[in-house]
């Protein structure tokens, strides 16, 4: 910590420096002498940190934005801003204060994962967001304790309520002279000048001088050694390193030294400017800032950081639950799993990084492969991230109702039919008595050769088929393929040179003198359908889609996707 804010002194000093020593004061025509911060503004003003509007007003009491919340801030803490080309949000790719923006997410004072949605740098920035990056800024901690506003209620709605505590105890802000603190207000011009000024206290001693610590230069090693952090020893060999809030297969002692601030991994160079290398010391995380040279070993200028990974998670390690714009309530979720590549894990058998991914053995799966069920209710997982320590889930409803376990692998029930006299029931209309006993139609069938599976678009026969009761789920094993043709994996039906509908639901066809559902049917080659033991042809059937009765006169295997085209006219 004291390292963190000798650095920032550092760069405050090297910026302050160089500006004259009696800068002229700008002449904001709207800014009154008798203006609570008018000390405080010219004071910023004739730093070069704040400047006026293209008239030349300040405009004290209008609201900062965000972005320009963030350059003035690192203006005052001597930086520039990142040179890297790259964007730390998708929405500051060219806006004129990404390399500051780039800088602050690299020294964790914006955290990127609190920002889901994208950065919004010109949105104004509240109060209580400006306090979590001061006290970043700051290097120190949130902090947890009582607080003397006539809004502490308002204050405990904030996810920033504990940065709110610390920066009030460090005297970079206060309330307003009604005694609240109004978290959620925008943050004034005026106000971001008399924090920044507060700020600029912090940083320095007596009467404004800086504190420069001595420098040396050592000879910098192109490999780690063994180093000392707190009153430990580590050996990089033992150290695991992570890469972009990701799990790697990487120690530190796999990592070539090229300079303070690169170095490289796996054949690929990582800017510490730009990527974030992470590493586990004990059972905290830190991220790795700089490497500085020494006569005996060299020096990790590190921070603290979040867990980068969090293995057997618990219902304890879960802040919320997203599921659109609703939070689930936690106190009432009793069980969740996730299906992840058709296998079924507790919430206590999967590892989740700071990415929201998922880890299962040594395979990663991103969160949108993965499925949640919470109390036998399906959702589908769009994002995962973690926030002050637990994770953020972000989910819709899913479309998948029921489960069948195919060869093991959980399969949702709507892509499994069985069959039966070419009759296509959904597996979830079929009822499992007991092993290898199917009731299909309201009549019970004991399991043989006329029953088959079908499953991605090809037709199998079953080995077994059973109901397991303590997962309440269909099991089926597959035996060989059948020597029905295959089926297709999707359909797209045509009605004058255009796609009319892809897919067939609401589709129904005329077999047998009756109207069927059309996945109840199987294709046995392009010109022809089986249903209940009969061959029917496909060529001139009826068909209907939407309540309009339509006559099929062509098709089209594509074999090489397996999309099957249906032609039609009006019938």
Excluded at 259 to 270: H, L, P
């Amino acid at each position: 910590m004291r390292r963190y804010l000798t650095c920032l002194l550092v760069a405050l000093m090297l910026l302050t420096t160089v500006m004259p020593a009696a800068a002229a004061v700008p002449n904001f025509p709207d800014l009154n002498k008798k203006h609570w911060a008018y000390a405080d503004i010219n004071r910023l003003a004739s730093l070069g940190y704040v400047q006026g509007d293209e008239l030349g007003a300040f405009r004290p009491d209008e609201p900062m934005t965000r972005a320009e919340f963030v350059k003035t801030l690192m203006a005052c803490l001597g930086n520039r801003g990142s040179k890297t080309s790259s964007a730390a949000f998708s929405d500051i790719v060219d806006h004129w204060a990404r390399p500051e923006i780039n800088e602050a997410v690299r020294q964790n004072i914006v955290v990127s994962s609190e920002y889901p949605s994208g950065f919004k740098p010109d949105a104004y920035i509240p109060r209580c967001e400006a306090a979590a990056l001061l006290v970043r800024a700051l290097g120190k901690q949130p902090s947890t304790g009582p607080l003397p506003f006539t809004d502490n209620n308002i204050i405990e709605r904030s996810v920033y309520r504990d940065y709110i505590r610390t920066a009030y105890v460090e005297g970079i802000m206060a309330g307003f002279p009604e005694g609240d603190f109004r978290p959620f207000d925008d943050l004034t011009r005026a106000q971001v000048c008399k924090i920044l000024a507060e700020l600029l206290d912090r940083l320095t001693t007596g009467q404004g001088s800086i504190v420069r610590p001595p420098v040396q230069q050592e000879p910098m090693p192109n490999k780690f050694t063994s180093f000392t952090f707190g009153s430990y020893r580590y050996y990089p060999d033992y150290v695991k390193l992570y890469i972009d809030s990701q799990t790697t297969d990487y120690y530190l002692g796999d990592a070539e030294i090229i300079d303070e601030y690169n170095i490289k991994v796996g054949g690929r160079t990582y800017s510490l400017n730009r990527d974030r290398l992470t590493i586990k010391l004990s059972d905290q995380y830190y991220d790795l800032l700089r490497i500085i040279p020494g006569s005996q070993e060299v020096e990790l200028d590190l921070r603290k950081t979040d867990p980068i990974i969090i293995d057997r998670p618990e219902m304890a390690d879960i802040s919320t639950i997203y599921v659109g714009t609703d939070q689930l309530n936690l106190d009432l979720i009793r069980d969740i799993e996730f299906i992840i590549d058709g296998e079924k894990y507790s919430l206590s058998e999967v590892t989740l990084d700071a990415s929201g991914n998922f880890i299962v053995g040594r395979t990663t799966y991103r969160p949108q492969e993965v499925t949640m069920i919470i109390d036998g209710e399906t959702y589908e997982v769009n994002d995962a991230m973690i926030w002050y320590g637990k994770f953020v889930f972000y989910c819709n409803s899913s479309t998948i109702i029921d489960w069948v376990k195919v060869d093991d692998k959980y399969v949702d029930a709507d892509d499994i039919y069985i069959l039966k006299d070419d009759i296509a029931y959904k597996v979830a209309n079929v009822v499992v008595p007991r092993r290898n006993l199917v009731r299909l139609g309201g009549r019970q069938y004991d399991l043989d050769s006329s029953i088959k599976c079908r499953y991605e678009g090809k037709i199998y026969d079953i080995d077994t088929i059973d109901f397991d009761t303590r997962n309440n789920v269909t099991t089926i094993k597959l035996g060989s393929t059948s020597r029905y043709y295959t089926q297709p994996d999707r359909y797209v039906f045509y009605y004058k040179g255009s796609v009319y509908q892809e897919g067939t639901r609401g589709v129904e066809i005329r077999a047998g003198g009756y109207w069927e559902t059309f996945n109840r049917v199987t294709i046995s080659d392009p010109a022809h359908f089986r249903y209940d033991n009969t061959t029917y042809d496909l060529i001139n059937a009826r068909i209907v889609i939407d309540d309009n009765t339509f006559v099929i006169n062509d098709t089209a295997w594509r074999g090489k996707s397996q999309v099957f085209d249906i032609y039609l006219d009006k019938y």
